[in-house]
Every structure is written in structure tokens, then in C-alpha cells.
């Protein structure tokens, strides 16, 4: 088992290409849209490369209990797996935590280096 990969949106195409697709992502919501008949919940996310969705499935009472008191211009640690379907792109979350710029601050740190570890 290895640590999971904090990643920038931009990145993810290079992980799917080394089969790697549990990740964590530090961003920003953009947008919240709850879809009821279709039991879904669709938070669009961004960092400093890009936008993606995090898609969370399931009876609107068990999906607010987990994103409720998330809206736009949260910042937000999501573990997820990484779904390509057709030429569509999300993360399927295993969990999402609401962080504060402290946190944020501190995740983006990690991940810098990171990055200067793997390259």
C-alpha cells in the first residue's frame, strides 16, 4: 500500500496513465448541484489548474449529512478515486472534509513537496 498522491486537477490524466486512482485533492467549491431524481449531489471543485466534479451518489438524507454545510468558496481536503467514463471525468469520493485556509495552506505545502520528492 502506498501513501495517496495529493494532486493538482491538471495531474490527474498522468495518474490514470500510471493506473494510479485513489488521490487527494486540496480546492475549492465553484458550485453545488443537488439532481434528486437522479440521487446525486454534484460539488464542481477547482485549484489553480483547472476544475473537476465530485459526484456523490445515494438518498439525499445520507448525501447531506455528509456535504450539508458545504457551498461555494469552501475549501475542502476530498480522498477519491478517480472515475473515467467515456470521455467524462469525476472523483468518486471516500471522503471530504471542510478545511480552513490554515489547513489549506498547510496541504498545499505537503504537495509541494511532494512533488519536488518525485521528480
Known sequence: MYPLPIVKINEIPEYLDKEI?????????????????????????????????????????????????????????????????DSEMYISPRGIRKINDEWYDYYLLRYSRFRKRDH
Open 21 to 85: 486512482r485513489d488521490i487527494k485533492l486540496v480546492c475549492e467549491v465553484v458550485d453545488k448541484i443537488d439532481l434528486d431524481e437522479d440521487k446525486l449531489t454534484i460539488i464542481r471543485v477547482r485549484d489553480d489548474t483547472g476544475t473537476i466534479d465530485v459526484r456523490l451518489f445515494g438518498e439525499k438524507r445520507e448525501r447531506d449529512l455528509i456535504i450539508g454545510g458545504i457551498g461555494p468558496g469552501d475549501k475542502l481536503l476530498v480522498i477519491g478515486f478517480i472515475v473515467e467514463l
